[in-house]
């Protein structure tokens, strides 16, 4: 089993709807980061938070330290925020362990 | 732009060639990374380096040979390689880095993609 999980793996939505993108882990962090990376494969870090919410534009996320679980939203989806999501947590013992990543199509 | 810079962006190579990924950040970060990213999988950390000394190396097989001149520059030499080692390269940097883990935000090149036939 996996130390991140993302769920779902692939997305589909239509413009202008809500998404939710979850991440659950297992082990004890001291930070979950939340990366978008395009298809030409840059990667771009959107969130990094240790407790509570951040917003950034039309981009939330939040974190539960206790139930071991965070989750971007996306409102107002649009095609350009067609990316692979990946959760990341920095571990107990050192450096990020990565999600596999959600796949996002957002259509028009 | 993310203020880190890799080349080459795509890089095919033979089995016996000697290549090198390059990278460049100006951000005055202390910390740069070299990830490893497989087509369906996570990505895998495979060098640290913390104002330019090897602080982590994550079992990585010594055809990939690691190198940082200066805090800015970063790069990943290539030697003898394998076909499963085709995957896309990331290079990343931070703020800085304490022991036991990545402090501040990881901001990340564009990543060179690498075809190893």
């Known amino acids: 089993k996996n130390e991140v999980e993302q769920s779902p793996q692939n997305l589909t939505a239509q413009e202008g709807e809500f998404i939710t993108i979850n991440c659950s882990y297992s082990?004890?962090?001291?930070?979950l980061h939340w990366l978008q990376q395009h298809p030409g494969g840059g990667i771009v870090s959107l969130f990094m938070l240790s407790s509570g919410k951040k917003k950034h534009g039309r981009l939330i996320a939040t974190i539960n330290i206790q139930e071991k679980h965070s989750s971007l939203h996306i409102t107002a989806s649009h095609p350009r925020d067609s990316a692979v999501y990946i959760c990341?947590?920095?571990?107990?013992?050192?450096?990020?362990?990565f999600g596999k990543g959600t796949k996002l199509s957002v259509k028009p | 732009e993310t203020g880190v810079t890799q080349t080459p962006r795509h890089l095919v190579m033979g089995m016996t060639n000697k290549k090198s990924l390059k990278c460049e950040q100006h951000l005055g970060h202390n910390a740069m990374y070299w990830y490893k990213q497989s087509a369906k999988k996570p990505l895998e950390l495979m060098f640290v380096y913390s104002l330019e000394e090897r602080v982590e190396n994550n079992s990585v097989p010594s055809r990939f040979s690691p190198e940082c001149p200066n805090s800015s520059h970063l790069f990943l030499h290539l030697h003898t390689l394998q076909p499963e080692d085709s995957a896309l390269y990331l290079c990343?940097?931070?703020?800085?880095?304490?022991?036991?883990?990545?402090?501040?935000?990881?901001?990340f090149g564009e990543g060179s993609r690498l075809t190893v036939l």
């Open positions: 990343a940097s931070s703020p800085y880095r304490l022991a036991g883990g990545v402090a501040g935000e990881l901001f």
């Open positions: 990341a947590v920095g571990g107990s013992q050192g450096n990020l362990i």
């Open positions: 082990v004890g962090i001291s930070a």
